[in-house]
Nanobody, 118 residues
């Protein structure tokens, strides 16, 4: 089992940048596929970016809406997953959740609010 704690959200102006961090506990972190999801008010939760486990060579994947603006990375030694968000837009406003997946089990953090507004 893994526990996830997100940080780094906040209020930023359009065009600005933020970096989200997800700290994981537990062992075998490198075997978890990790991802960032977001949920805006009145909308379904959606995948923003993911990075696969060691068994899938840490392949990354991005939603079309964030390609070229967001970058996901993982530091297995520190058990961290980072989401670097550049050129932020008002439509990026949402609660962002860290996710860990292994063997059919999903684990979620508590979420961190990102608000893009002038």
């Amino acid at each position: 089992q893994v526990q996830l704690v997100e940080s780094g959200g906040g209020l930023v102006q359009p065009g600005g940048s933020l970096r989200l961090s997800c700290a994981a506990s537990g062992s075998t972190f490198s075997f978890y596929a990790m991802g960032w999801y977001r949920q805006a008010p009145g909308k379904q939760r959606e995948l923003v970016a993911s990075v696969a486990s060691i068994t899938s060579a840490y392949t990354t994947n991005y939603a079309d809406s964030v390609k070229g603006r967001f970058t996901i990375s993982r530091d297995n030694a520190k058990k961290l997953v980072l989401l670097r968000m550049n050129s932020l837009k008002p439509e990026d406003t949402a609660v962002y959740y860290c996710n860990a997946y292994l063997n059919g089990n999903n684990y979620w953090g508590q979420g961190t609010q990102v608000t893009v507004s002038s």
